[in-house]
C-alpha cells in the first residue's frame, strides 16, 4: 500500500509539472482603437473584430495570454513604444513615416481607401476632392492614412482644408452635420458607417490601395514569433477564413 500511495504521489508531481510547464508565457497586450469595424469594434462590450481573432490566434499559437487595450488611434505606436503595449493592431498600413517609429509585421490584410459624401455631392469622383478652386473640407480620423494621404495631398496642391477626428465615427457624423464634405477611411469601416447612416455614399472610384501589418517597437525580439505564427497561420488558411468570416467574398 505504501509503494501505491508514494505511486500515485509521483504520478501527481508528473502531472502538475506538466501542467505547470503548459501555464502561459504571459499576457500580450494589443493596442488598438475599437471603432474601426470589421477588423475591431464592440460587440456590446466586448471588442471583436478581423484584427483581434487574428492576434488571438497568434498569441494562442505562441503560448501567450491575450488581452486587447482599447485607445485613440494616434496613441497606439506610443503605447507600443512606451512598454504599454506588446504591438498595436488597427488596420494599421506599413508607411515610411512610421517606419522611422516602429517596425511592422508581415502584412495579413489589404485595404482601400475610399471617400463617403451625402447623397446629391458635388464630389462624384476622387478628382474632386483637389480640384483648381473647390476648397472641399475634407474630414479625416487623426493619424490614419486618410489623414496622412489626404495631408500629402494637400501639401502638392494646397486645394482643400483637413479636419480631423479622433475616430471616424465623429467623421462620419460630422459630414452627416454638413461641417465636412467628404471623409476618407477604409472601405470597411465605410460600408458599416454608410449602412447605419441613411443620406451617405461611398464613391465608386478608390483614394488609394494600402497594406495591414501589426507595428512593434524598434528592435522587439517579439516580432519575430510574432511573424513565425502570423506566416502559419496566413499558410493553413487560418487567416484567410477570419477575414472571410468578417468580410464574405461578393459571389
Not at 502561459?24 to 456590446?44: D, I, Q, R
Not at 482599447?70 to 512610421?98: C, L, P
Not at 470597411?188 to 478608390?206: C, D, F, H, R, S
Not at 493553413?236 to 477564413?241: C, E, F, L, P, S
Amino acid at each position: 500500500m505504501k509503494k501505491l500511495i508514494a505511486l500515485v504521489l509521483s504520478l501527481m508531481l508528473i502531472v502538475c509539472s506538466m501542467a505547470a510547464l503548459a501555464e502561459s508565457k504571459g499576457t500580450l497586450v494589443m493596442a488598438t482603437n475599437a471603432s474601426f469595424p470589421p477588423y475591431e469594434y464592440y460587440e456590446g462590450t466586448e471588442i471583436v473584430g478581423i484584427d483581434v481573432e487574428i492576434a488571438a490566434a497568434i498569441a494562442q499559437k505562441l503560448g501567450y495570454d491575450f488581452e486587447v487595450a482599447d485607445m485613440e488611434f494616434d496613441a497606439i505606436i506610443s503605447a507600443v513604444n512606451s512598454g504599454k503595449a506588446n504591438f498595436g493592431m488597427a488596420g494599421m498600413t506599413v508607411t515610411e513615416e512610421r517606419l522611422l517609429s516602429v517596425d511592422f509585421s508581415t502584412s495579413y490584410a489589404t485595404g482601400v481607401q475610399v471617400v463617403i459624401v451625402r447623397e446629391g455631392s458635388s464630389i462624384t469622383s476622387v478628382g474632386d476632392l483637389f480640384a483648381e478652386g473647390a476648397m472641399h473640407t475634407i474630414g479625416v480620423q487623426l493619424t490614419t492614412t486618410g489623414d496622412l494621404y489626404t495631408t500629402w495631398d494637400l501639401e502638392d496642391n494646397g486645394l482643400a482644408v483637413i479636419n480631423r477626428y479622433p475616430n471616424g465615427n465623429e467623421a462620419v457624423l460630422a459630414l452627416k452635420a454638413g461641417k465636412v464634405d467628404c471623409v476618407v477611411i477604409d472601405n470597411e469601416p465605410a460600408k458599416a458607417y454608410v449602412a447605419a447612416n441613411e443620406g451617405l455614399v461611398i464613391l465608386p472610384t478608390e483614394y488609394v490601395t494600402e497594406n495591414y501589418a501589426a507595428c512593434f517597437a524598434k528592435g522587439d525580439p517579439l516580432l519575430a514569433e510574432f511573424n513565425a505564427a502570423l506566416e502559419e497561420l496566413i499558410a493553413d488558411g487560418t487567416v484567410a477564413a477570419i477575414i472571410e468570416k468578417y468580410i464574405p467574398v461578393e459571389e
